[in-house]
């Protein structure tokens, strides 16, 4: 038998202190938990706060006897397990186990019930407050050790608690736990370090006197991940341009990635690896969505189950519909991807692009069109979104977006060349609009005779480039010009186009406005009076 299975890790560095989780833990109860289930991914403190809660004196009185076992893929062989778990007892200083001994080592026949109940019956003679922790349950897949695991709930006494830390929550019957009270629960979003807690750990006990705003940075781009923390203070020993660091600091940083990559990627069955690579593009996920990127059927289940099992999932909703990814682990996602799988990355975003279109999500086809290197399809998708994003005022979004397309696909689609013109006017780039404007009609005149007007953008458009024009000119105080160019919008506007008429009315108005008040301004006063 391994000593160290059977001990409290010792803490190898100064911690921080985090009482609300030690009180969190104990609940303000005064008796042991029936169980304390500390449930979250990789490098988020389990086992430290685990150790932080079994080591210091309880208030009140002192502290609970401690029977630790820390679990390997080994313990999934049942025998083993009771054996290493009657060592834990023995280790913490209770005299039990000497009759469960015996029956391990003399019955061919395993009968686990038996077994556990002589346990049970040795445990419940002693009357000191003691804590059997489990650590690394997620290594457990045995179903016999999850059975012993659910005797040992619902029979230890009342002075013997049970606690168990694993990345992914375990097939025990936690709902009738959870419902008699009997269940403390400790989480990712528990466990994340808040903008404090950051602080004493990079400036007290990392020795790197990192500014709040820094401090804040990191702790965003890490969502308060501790692993993730350790890394970044690491990386920054011996660093004079800290800020620089930390505005790069991202998924695919060096140590980052090696960390999930050894601790998460490598752990998993090849099933769940190739889903996290086949969705590693998505910034949110809902199940039909991963199954057109996967070409599986079971999206949701595979949502859930990863949900379970605590792999850098965050829901985004109470249904458990919609779910994004850790943001420091979709980075590393997406850096594999990349690095291993260029082509295959520019294929899920067209995938994507596709859902999100059928579906009606204009926007974010847009998105993923961009992402995977479609310019044609981006700039249809981007034609079909301009009401809404007109309607919503989404002006930076549509600039953005024109910005990434090619500009010969721009040149020649008339709409998207109006628009350029109308983000180069609201920049207040008077000389880059009248170019774009020429190129708007170019391309309009190139459309076939019996090109269809489908949209009302299309139908409105030479009526709107002589809008743009007059806009152009009321900027240059070109008063002559502004009222020119809106009486041609207006012979150009059809009688239904109310917001065309409407639009070339206004500038008219404004090119009146001018000339009335380049005449002396009291002559109008007091005409006025």
Partial sequence: MLGTKLHVPATRRPLVARPRLTELVRSGASELPRLVLVSAPAGFGKTTLLSQWLSPARPGGQAPRVAWLSLDKGDNDLRRLLTHLVGALETSGLKVGAQTTARL???????????????VNEVDLMAEETVVA?????VIDNTAVHEATSFLLEHLPRHVGLAIATRADPPLPLARLRSRADLVEVRAADLRFTPGESETFFNELMGLDLSPDDILA????????????QLAALSMRGRDDTSSFIDAFAGSHRFVLDYLVEEVLRRQSDRVADFLMATAVLDQMTGSLCDALTGGDDGSAMLEELERSNLFVVPLDDQRTWYRYHHLFAEALRAR?????????????????????????????????????????AADLLEAALPELRRRRRNRVL?????????????????????????????????????????????????????????DEL????????IYRASAAQARDDVTGTAAHARHALELAGPEDHLTRAGAAGFLGLSAWGLATSRPLWRCTRRRC
Avoid: C
């Fill in 218 to 229: 990191l702790d965003a781009r890490t969502e308060g991940w501790p692993a993730g923390l």
């Fill in 337 to 377: 991807l990349l690095g291993e799988h260029p082509g295959r990355a520019l294929a899920l975003h067209g995938a994507a692009s596709q859902w999100y279109a059928d579906h009606g999500m204009l926007e974010n086809a847009v998105h993923h069109a961009l992402a995977g290197r479609q310019a044609g399809r």
């Fill in 399 to 455: 600039r953005s977006w024109l910005g990434a397309l090619p500009e010969s696909e721009v040149r020649t689609r008339p709409v998207l060349s109006a628009s350029m013109a109308w983000t180069r006017l609201v920049a207040g780039d008077l000389d880059g609009v009248e170019g774009w404007l020429v190129d708007a009609e170019r391309a309009f005149k190139a459309l076939p005779l019996d090109a269809p007007m489908a949209s």
């Fill in 105 to 119: 080592e003399s019955a061919h026949e395993l009968s686990t019930e038996t077994i556990l109940t002589d346990l």
């Fill in 134 to 138: 489990l650590d690394d349950y997620h």
């Fill in 459 to 466: 139908r409105t458009l030479p009526a709107w480039i002589s």
